[in-house]
């Protein structure tokens, strides 16, 4: 089942601009993760935070998380052409064990040189 | 190198030709899932193990079957395949806690 809804559903900017991408959810997490998938490929993951942090970095990217709010953004700062993508966000559920890794539907992100 | 892999790669087939998609990774991962990814609808999960001799049924489960005999491997049967399973494929694994790795995917075309 979905959990994770990406906000919006595509995007399109400008190289050097950036982009965000917003994720909401509905239960309690123990994290959130970010991923990317260039057409046709497998998902590559980009960033995990924690329901315990509120900001994370990872070079240009820029993750918050509200877990009052249930939602999360990621940011990608100066964009280039090559983060043109898709990117899904996905929420592993609390609990004791939990394994499941519930993904959204997805940000198509364009950047046009 | 960490890393899943999937065979094959790209496969057309006929329907009702059994087939068998295979998965292997290699960082001792207990958990192992397969998902398929269709236009507009994301990705869903089929089938997932949380260790070997235990598997469960995601959310589209009808039309596959899993074994996990083995920890490293998770294959995914099609006893019977249908044009409508006509999809691209991931297999994935990941540890408690820690993100999930993906195979390349395999995309699957049944006539």
């Known amino acids: 089942s979905q959990q994770g809804e990406e906000d919006p559903q595509a995007l399109s900017i400008q190289e050097g601009e950036n982009a965000t991408m917003n994720c909401s959810y509905k239960t309690s997490i123990n994290n959130l993760q970010w991923y990317r998938q260039n057409s046709g490929r497998g998902l590559v993951h980009l960033i995990l935070?924690?329901?315990?942090?509120r900001e994370k970095h990872s070079g240009r990217l820029r993750v918050t998380l509200d877990t009052s709010k249930k939602s999360s953004s990621l940011l990608i700062t100066a964009s280039r052409a090559a983060d043109t993508a898709s990117y899904f966000c996905a929420t592993d559920g609390a609990g004791a064990g939990s394994y499941q890794l519930t993904f959204g539907k997805g940000t198509k992100l364009s950047v046009i040189p | 190198e960490a890393q899943v892999t999937q065979n094959p790669r790209y496969l057309i087939t006929v329907t009702g030709k059994k087939l068998t998609v295979t998965c292997s990774q290699n960082m001792n991962h207990e958990y192992m899932s397969w998902y398929r990814q269709d236009p507009g609808l994301g990705l869903r999960q089929i089938y997932y193990s949380m260790n070997v001799e235990v598997t469960d049924k995601g959310d589209v489960p009808e039309g596959y079957k899993v074994s996990r005999k083995e920890k490293r491997n998770f294959p995914l049967i099609l006893e019977s395949p249908s044009p409508n399973q006509t999809s691209l494929y991931f297999c994935?694994?990941?540890?408690?806690?820690?993100?999930?790795?993906f195979g390349p995917g395999t995309r699957l075309t049944v006539l």
């Open positions: 994935a694994s990941r540890s408690v806690g820690n993100e999930q790795f």
């Open positions: 935070i924690r329901s315990n942090e």
